[in-house]
């Protein structure tokens, strides 16, 4: 066993005296270590309650003859680092994460692993780990939470942060958004809709590196704990049976994901993660390949924030199981992949139903011909750029406006919230990128802002950073090359005009080429915002948005 590194033989007798210091016993060391990767914590939602995941997934790695061994790792609530300097250490804090469980995995060698994310960068990295390691594992993910309810009206987390807007254009009374804001998150679980965090945990058992059931059972039910006894039963076999992560998530099982992710309409950052966990499995999915699958993956779900439905509701539809059988039935996904369930895909497709065909529509009547996310290219944008194409108004589709400039997201975020932007406007937000702000923000607040004032069907915003999965309309994220690299987006000035041609795949500075190379001689990039800590470390190794914003040694080595 690879655990008899740290606890077979004469020269571990202190290794094993160790062990015995915490109260393993001779037969615990005998059998399999399976490292349980617990990410709970007070300050995530998601998080609050993986500690009652984490002890069923000890017992279910003791029912099958296997010894737990838990340790945590850290995880950032997005919804509680947004909106301020907080955002900046959001997607930074995945790579962190990577390299904590590649760390604790390879200082203690452990036998397998089970996996128990939740929230936004935690799956993500976790995810990362698990392909960098390639010991057997298995994600586990503490699951959504349900809809709160104003009166009859089901709400979200998205709804409070675009009840803000809603309030500053005096279209709210505060009265209401104080009980919006004490009833729209109901208790523990990954906000309700089809957000960052849930479209993770669908991908993960999309890639087959979770039990079908892990994306939809809702946090609060008691399948959840079933599920999670499953999962530590099944690792143990995983790793007698020799089944590693790379014979799982191979290059096909990311044509998989993708696919369920243009079907769901998933979060745009699943544009950064998924190439991010595909290049630790040394596999290259660059952002073409988003638009090769969305062009002939209908979109058969319409979930918050783009649509009425949570996850709830595609749990009781029949999950991600029931997804992936109307796309097997229409030839749109691999069925001969394993899986950690020991079943293939086919299997676990034809042992699924759709149970509600208006939460997960037959082909024939997609909410939509092609798939949730587009990756637009062009001047403005060279090596790509992503919009929720599911989830823009259809008269933003395409449209010319006037360049507004702003160099932060709180500048930009301001002025939507003062009323100073206007219809047939177009939003730029620079310097947001994954080295020039660094950490690349998520723009929740000026998309929000810009919904919560009637103006997703007059307003686009253009910019390097990101955006939640809560973000609707026509918000256009992950410019590359960004603007502290040298980027176009570097270059716009207010008043220019910007074609977006989201059909046509398109994203133009409709400035003449003479102009912009006088501008590109003029420019200089500014100095470096965060110059210590963490951040400044992030931001000398991470590479464009258009890569998955991965880490690299360039030439440091
Ligand atoms: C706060 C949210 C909803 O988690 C957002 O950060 C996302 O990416 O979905
Ligand atoms: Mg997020």
Redesign the pocket.
Known sequence: MRSDLMKSGLEKAPHRSLFKAMGYTDEELQRPLIGIVNSANEIIPGHIHLDRIAEAVKAGVRMAGGTPVEFPVIGVC?GIAMNHEGMKY?LASRELIADSVELMAKAHPFDGLVLIPNC??IIPGMLMAALRLNIPSIVVSGGPMLAGRLGSQPVDLISVFEAVGSVRAGKMDRETLKELEDEACPGCGSCAGM???NSMNCLAEALGLALPGNGTIPAVHAARIRLAKYAGMRIVELVRKGIYPRDIVVKEAFENAIAVDMALGC?T?TVLHVPAIAHEAGISIDLNIFNDISRKTPHLCSLRPGGPHFLEDLHRAGGIPAVMKVLADAGLVNRDLPTVSGKTVGEIVDAAAVRDSEVIRPVERAYHAEGGIAVLYGNLAPEGAVVKQSAVAPEMMKRTGRARVFDSEQEAAKAILDGVIQPGEVVVIRYEGPKGGPGMQ?MLSPTAAIVGRGLDKDVALITDGRF??GTRGAAIGHVSPEAAAGGTIALVKDGDEILIDIPGKRLELLVDEGTLEKRRMEWTPPPPRITSGYLARYAAMVTSGARGAVLELRGQL
């Open positions: 997005d959001s936004d960068k957000f960052t965090a979060s950052n998520e939640s999965g």
